[in-house]
């Protein structure tokens, strides 16, 4: 079956701009992560969603970073007034929940590679 | 807090030749560990996971890795590598309870030598 899609692939903008990053998660998987990989670094933790709320959103970086899920499919991530330090790779990934609390494994996007000019 | 630690950012090996991409992780309550690999330009695809019961767990592509309570160790292991198996591999960990993100580990990029 389709695995995780995110949209677009790159993304190369101004600073200050404002841009939009989109996930599709894997079809009946209720949970869905954003992360951010930098250059050289390990992948960082921004927000979870679990149906359409947001339990964790420990992991955005400042107030210019947004996302919003629709029920249990698309989200989209949004970065306002962007800075050359949130060029990045945004990974997006989906999983299950299953009963008792029981999670399952995440499964990754290709990501969107942003670059902030 | 959890945190995952990859010593080794690069780990040049000879083709059929065994390797250890070595992983720790600290944290106060039981945990899901778990490997994954990048290949080059595409997306992060599960390797293998420990979640519970058998310390020694195996994963695709012939790799292999042990969960060591003490020595909070979940180093990844393959007897015979392949040109294929060069990529970026990370070590991740996730809370029992609770807890959804997985904290990851910096990479360790294995460089296979023909």
């Known amino acids: 079956g389709a695995g995780v899609s995110q949209s677009p692939s790159n993304k190369v903008t101004e600073k200050g701009k404002d841009v939009e990053l989109r996930c599709d998660p894997i079809?009946?998987?209720?949970?869905l992560y954003w992360y951010r990989q930098r250059l050289g670094q390990g992948l960082e933790f921004l927000i979870y969603?679990?149906?359409?709320?947001?339990?964790?959103k420990s992991g955005l970086p400042s107030d210019r970073f947004s996302a919003e899920r629709t029920g249990e499919s698309v989200s989209t991530l949004t970065i306002q007034r962007t800075q050359q330090e949130d060029s990045a790779v945004y990974l997006c990934?989906?999983?299950?929940?299953?009963?008792?609390?029981?999670?399952?494994?995440?499964?990754f996007g290709p990501g969107t590679r942003l670059t902030v000019t | 807090a959890q945190s995952v630690t990859q010593l080794d950012s690069q780990v040049p090996v000879f083709e059929e030749a065994p390797v250890e991409l070595r992983c720790n992780y600290s944290?106060?309550?039981?945990?899901?560990l778990f490997w994954y690999v990048q290949y080059p330009n595409q997306g992060l695809q599960l390797l293998l996971k420990?979640?519970?019961?058998?310390?020694l767990v195996k994963g695709i592509n012939g790799f292999e890795a042990e969960f060591n309570k003490s020595q909070t160790s979940f180093h990844l292991r393959k007897p015979s590598v392949h040109i294929s198996d060069t990529a970026e591999y990370f070590c991740?960990?996730?809370?029992?309870?609770?807890?959804?993100?997985?904290?990851f580990g910096t990479g360790t990029r294995l460089t296979i030598i023909p």
């Open positions: 990934a989906s999983s299950l929940l299953g009963r008792n609390r029981i999670r399952y494994e995440q499964y």
């Open positions: 079809s009946g998987h209720t949970a």
């Open positions: 969603f679990q149906g359409n709320s947001a339990p964790d």
């Open positions: 944290s106060s309550v039981s945990v899901y």
């Open positions: 420990y979640l519970s019961g058998s310390t």
């Open positions: 991740a960990v996730t809370e029992n309870f609770g807890n959804e993100k997985l904290t």
